[in-house]
């Protein structure tokens, strides 16, 4: 469990590097086809995080109004509460908000921009069909989210993916407006000759592939954190058959979720609304926000 | 001659640094060992307050178990009074024991056991008792954290100097886990 979480940490700062290089080159490249050096990148960076920073701060209750997730008390789901708060001394952290989402499927997701301001949210579904050490499972993977600050992780890969998106976007128009003034011969520096028509070139097939290229990194830290909850909420409850019980009744449930759609996919403990079955192409895990069901279970399971 | 100076001036500072470090990790480890003890504490006294409840409700339909009701009662006041971390563990362990022992006799009562009051009093129970294991389970770790620095080299003359002396574990019997155990 401990060389797991440790691999599943180095990884996650990999990914994150890669963009990070990824947003220089793209950047870097902008600012050589327009001549405005890194200004172009900054003011990316600078709209993204702003973007960003306020889905970080008030993203939670928007998630939740979206979810139509309605707060509990003790007295009415007492079984839940009693977990979470097991769940939250077992991590050290303050008890998070408890909702409940009058869905079927069963389902959680935890969302808050630190500890000390966070919910987890449960569907009726989940309520119904897990029994109380596969609610602990579950409970343990969201808590992992939550301490692991994946809220925060989140917002920073979503800037930067922003930031590719909005430099890729500034590219295609002026390829389209100004650039073709280059091509044409009215440009004020065409010193470079071929050289410039070959990053041209380049940087129109960047500016078409970054997008794509953004959200697979995007995803891929999303599946990334995923396994690592697993493995840190299954550290938490200290028995990882408890998670690996509810993922397999949960992949087993066919029911849809109502509220599921893209924009909040990648929150829930497993992503809604499967549409047939499994998933186990690689085309499709690329575009997945979880990995695939049955390699989380068989994971937990060699624990 | 400078260049010495240098280097010995360099390693004291180097010295020091590794020093106000270990130090402020000592501390911040101690902190938590204590806060998560008090947790501990809280669940604790939260079991205590359950119990008469308990009584009383087996009571009700068990009249004839007075010995037992009187053993609980004892335990309890002796877990309320135990000092110490090792001597809280023990009555707690004991503690625990006579309230499985009340609940196995309310399980001999199909009303008592299907009633509303009783079951919310059984979530209760269970859900504290868990509780206690995470708190124990943190406050474990921290612990042996803890532990850990203040025993090894070099970490071990700070904490010397600054008087920080190993805490103990806190040892109590899991509750069993599993479908099975928790339906009692």
Do not use: C
Request: aromatic share 8%.
């Amino acid at each position: 469990m401990y060389e797991q979480i440790a691999r599943n940490k180095r990884k996650t700062i990999f990914i994150i590097l890669g963009t990070l290089i990824f947003v220089g080159a793209l950047g870097y490249l902008f600012g050589l086809l327009l001549n405005v050096g890194i200004a172009g990148l900054i003011i990316a960076l600078l709209i993204a995080a702003a973007m960003s920073f306020y889905s970080y701060r008030y993203g939670d209750r928007l998630v939740l109004r979206a979810a139509r997730a309605r707060p509990v008390t003790h007295e009415e789901e007492p079984r839940l509460h009693n977990i979470v708060e097991g769940l939250a001394l077992a991590a050290g952290l303050p008890k998070p908000a408890i909702y409940v989402v009058p869905e079927k499927a069963p389902n959680a997701f935890a969302t808050g921009r630190d500890p000390e301001h966070s919910s987890i949210a449960v569907t009726q579904g989940l309520l119904d069909t897990m029994n109380r050490v596969e609610l602990e499972g579950v409970i343990g993977h969201e808590m992992s989210h939550i301490r692991d600050r994946d809220m925060l992780l989140g917002t920073i890969v979503a800037t930067l993916v922003g930031s590719v998106v909005l430099i890729a976007e500034f590219m295609l128009r002026w390829f389209w407006w100004g650039g073709g003034g280059m091509f044409g011969g009215r440009g004020r520096d065409r010193e470079g000759g071929e050289g410039f028509a070959i990053l041209a070139v380049v940087g129109l097939l960047l500016a078409i592939l970054a997008p794509i290229i953004a959200q697979v990194i995007k995803l891929a830290v999303s599946r990334r954190r995923e396994y690592l909850a697993d493995a840190e909420g299954a550290m938490l409850t200290r028995y990882p058959p408890g998670l690996a019980g509810a993922l397999r009744k949960i992949a087993t449930d066919a029911t849809p979720m109502r509220v599921a759609n893209n924009a909040t996919a990648h929150l829930w403990l497993n992503q809604p609304s499967r549409i047939h079955g499994e998933q186990n192409h690689w085309f499709e895990n690329l575009f997945s926000t979880h990995p695939p069901i049955q390699d989380r279970i068989r994971i937990l399971e060699e624990m | 001659m400078l260049v010495v100076l240098a280097i010995v001036l360099g390693l004291v500072v180097l010295v020091l640094l590794y020093g106000v470090v270990t130090y402020n990790r000592l501390v911040r480890l101690r902190v938590r060992a204590e806060n998560a003890w008090s947790q501990i504490d809280v669940q604790l006294r939260r079991r205590y307050d359950l119990i008469p409840n308990l009584v009383q409700s087996v009571k009700g339909y068990a009249e004839h178990e007075r010995e037992l009701f009187e053993e609980v009662a004892q335990l309890r006041t002796q877990a309320q009074s135990a000092s110490g971390v090792q001597a809280q563990a023990q009555a707690e362990n004991q503690l625990t024991q006579g309230i499985n022992r009340l609940i196995a006799v309310a399980e001999r009562y199909p009303d008592l056991k299907a009633s509303q009051n009783f079951l919310a009093l059984q979530e209760e129970l269970t859900g504290t008792e868990s509780k206690i294991a995470y708190a124990r389970q943190f406050y474990n770790d921290t612990v042996q954290a803890l532990n850990t620095l203040i025993q090894s080299f070099p970490s071990r003359i700070v904490a010397n100097l600054a008087g920080f002396t190993p805490r103990e574990f806190f040892e109590i019997e899991e509750p069993a886990r599993g479908p099975v155990s928790v339906q009692f």
